[in-house]
């Protein structure tokens, strides 16, 4: 199955910084098969980007994703209060799926 | 508005069997893949497998296959997760999601998700 690495584990920013978490692959992902998912406490997790790039509905464009084959990236522009959460990748191309560790972005 | 909705929490003790339900709302429920997912205490997404309410396809994650039987009642718009014999290690929440883009070469993306089930497993 594929692994997903995700870093760093932990990221600490202040309000309005931009944040750029990192997902790589052990091995390429078929037709950018990648999405990124936030998690709050105590919540279900929510899709942000599928298709590496693509928003998913109702998600603002502070939220962006990039990349291809083995490295992708999510970035958020300008963090805001809402924001601070854990974020999972996921690829959906080769069975099974599969999640990265997470990245966890806490307050500055 | 597209839901899924799951109990909030079971508990059983080890060797016990249970079944886990999410009934989806507000689309037609046996056109889309259903997925589950799992969340040990404190850790992150493990995805578990897949059904299809039309037709009951269903595929697993060969990690979790043998262990947990997934099924669907398309007649009253709910997927199941059911254990024979529960063990600690299956202390966790449990998500249900709905899938996009299902096709060759993609289970798709997990567009909607429940709110979780937390199954506690405990003598």
């Known amino acids: 199955e594929i692994v997903l690495t995700q870093s760093p584990g932990a990221l600490s920013l202040s309000p309005g910084k931009r944040a750029t978490l990192s997902c790589r692959a052990s091995?390429?992902?078929?037709?950018?098969?990648l999405a990124w998912y936030q998690q709050k406490p105590g919540q279900a997790p929510r899709l942000l980007i599928y298709g590496a790039s693509s928003w998913a509905t109702g998600i603002p464009d502070r939220f962006s994703g990039s990349g291809s084959g083995t490295d992708f990236t999510l970035t958020i522009s300008r963090l805001e209060s809402e924001d601070y959460a854990v974020y999972y990748c996921?690829?959906?191309?080769?069975?099974?799926?599969?999640f990265g560790g997470g990245t966890k972005v806490e307050i500055k | 508005e597209v839901q899924l909705v799951q109990p909030g929490a079971e508990m059983r003790k080890p060797g016990e069997s249970l079944k886990i339900s999410c009934k989806g709302s507000g689309y037609n429920f046996r056109s889309y893949w259903i997925g589950w997912v799992r969340q040990m205490p404190g850790k992150g997404l493990e995805w578990m497998g897949i059904?299809?309410?039309?037709?009951?396809?269903?595929?697993?994650n060969p990690s979790f296959q043998g262990h947990v039987t997934i099924s669907a009642d398309k007649s009253i718009n709910t997927a199941y997760l059911q254990w024979g014999s529960l063990r600690a290690s299956d202390t966790a929440i449990y998500f249900c999601?709905?899938?996009?883009?299902f096709g060759t070469g993609s289970t798709g993306r997990l567009e909607t998700w429940g709110q979780g089930t937390l199954v506690t497993v405990s003598s």
């Open positions: 059904i299809y309410p039309g037709d009951s396809d269903t595929r697993y």
């Open positions: 091995q390429t992902i078929s037709i950018n098969y």
């Open positions: 996921q690829q959906y191309g080769t069975f099974p799926p599969t």
């Open positions: 999601a709905r899938h996009l883009g």
